[in-house]
Structure formats: structure tokens, C-alpha cells
């Protein structure tokens, strides 16, 4: 499985960047950025599933966005933030390769394709968060069970993903019962198999019919830009 960004990018870039490359297997729950801490890593997903997280003070949290192999964390790096507030860590475990957040940080300097590639990428970011904000607030919980469904498929790259009722509640902002009933909903209309924090996609396009505009609408966003 490759990482989409790191897949274009030309052999004289890939070179350069390669000795510095550590592929690892994340765990479920490790912290790739803390709030509030200097971000030394970047981290390119392979078949791992990243989370973006803000929490309250009274301990509550909701998902803004998710990273799988079509993108990249630590983009605070890229823009010189060094830190930020929000929470990144791994939903799915899995792999992914890990390189110096100043090496990133370098090559996007030099200009180039990586650069190209990386503001492009952000642009997307953007998209997709105002995208989850209008979602959250004008859509079905169904429908959007069934967008993160196929954005989580689509980040690792397989029809089985690993969602626990924590995270589904987390990710649409409802009880863990609210999943429970919209999750038994669509696997009696035979579109999904759920059992014990595994989802399997039976039906793709049954899901999709299902989803609401949010999904096609930032894919065609994401595939117009990556094609």
C-alpha cells in the first residue's frame, strides 16, 4: 500500500527524502501530535487511519477530520506554527512512515513538486472541514455514519475498517446507542457487516446511496487536484 502523496513525487525528490524515511506500525490511541507540543514528526499514513481531535475541558472531544494515505499530518509544521491545539492520533492501527518534521519542513521549501502537492493537500483540509462543519449541522445521522464510513475506507484502502462505538460516537457527536441502532440499520438493509468494532463494506454503492453529498462533493474536490 503507498501513501498518495509520496507516490507522486518524482525520483530525484524521493531520493532525498528516503534516508530519512522509518516505517512503523501504529497502535490504536498513539498520540502522533500532542496539543501544545512541539511537532517533531510528520507522519505519511499507509494503512493507518489518523484522527484530528479537539477536547473540551470537561474531557468531551469531537473529530474535525481524519488522515489516511491520501494525506499527511503535521501540516502546522509546513505553515510555521510549530504547535497546535488540536489532537492528532490513530483511530485504525496500521502503517505508515514517519520522517523529521524539519526535513518536510526543508524539501517544501526547496519548491517544487512536494510543495505543489502539499498546498494542494491543504487546500483539500480546508474543504473537508467546512464540509464536515455544514454536514454536522444540516444532516441525517445515517447519512453521516455512511460519509465517515467510506472516508475511513477509503484512507486505509480496504472495506474492513476497525471503528469502535467510541470513536462512531466521537466522529458524529452522538451516544454510543445512537450508533449502535444506525449501524444494526444498515446492516439489515445488507450494506454493511458490523461486528465488535469491525465494519465491513458489502455494498459500496449501496452505501454511497446512502451518504449524504458531503462525501462525493470532497472526493471530487480531492480527485480533481490528485488525478
Not at 75 to 83: Q, Y
Not at 199 to 217: N, Q, S, T
Request: with cysteine; net charge neutral.
Amino acid at each position: 500500500m503507498e501513501n498518495i502523496i509520496l507516490s507522486k513525487l518524482p525520483v530525484e525528490t524521493l531520493e532525498r527524502l528516503r534516508p530519512h524515511f522509518e516505517q512503523l506500525s501504529l497502535a490504536h490511541g498513539f498520540r502522533v501530535i500532542v496539543p501544545d507540543e512541539p511537532i517533531r514528526h510528520v507522519y505519511f499514513p499507509l494503512t493507518c487511519l489518523l484522527s484530528l481531535v479537539t477536547r473540551m475541558e470537561d474531557g468531551s472531544a469531537v473529530e474535525s477530520g481524519t488522515i489516511g494515505r491520501e494525506g499527511m499530518s503535521g501540516i502546522p509544521v509546513i505553515l510555521k506554527a510549530k504547535t497546535t491545539t488540536m489532537e492528532t492520533l490513530v483511530q485504525v492501527p496500521g502503517e505508515a512512515i514517519r520522517v523529521s518534521a524539519e526535513v518536510v519542513r526543508e524539501e517544501y521549501e526547496r519548491g517544487g513538486v512536494l510543495h505543489d502537492l502539499l498546498n494542494r493537500y491543504m487546500h483539500v483540509v480546508v474543504v473537508n472541514g467546512s464540509q464536515s462543519a455544514a454536514c454536522n449541522a444540516l444532516h441525517r445521522v445515517e447519512a453521516r455514519f455512511c460519509r465517515w464510513l467510506l472516508m475511513s475506507s477509503d484512507g486505509i484502502g480496504s472495506n474492513e475498517v476497525a471503528l469502535t462505538q467510541e470513536y462512531l460516537a466521537v466522529m458524529l457527536g452522538v451516544r454510543r446507542a445512537t450508533v449502535t441502532e444506525v449501524a444494526i440499520k444498515i446492516q439489515e438493509a445488507d450494506l454493511i457487516r458490523y461486528h465488535r468494532g469491525q465494519i465491513k463494506v458489502l455494498d459500496r454503492a449501496g452505501v454511497e446511496r446512502l451518504a449524504c453529498e458531503c462525501y462525493a462533493r470532497t472526493r471530487a474536490e480531492y480527485e480533481r487536484l490528485f488525478s
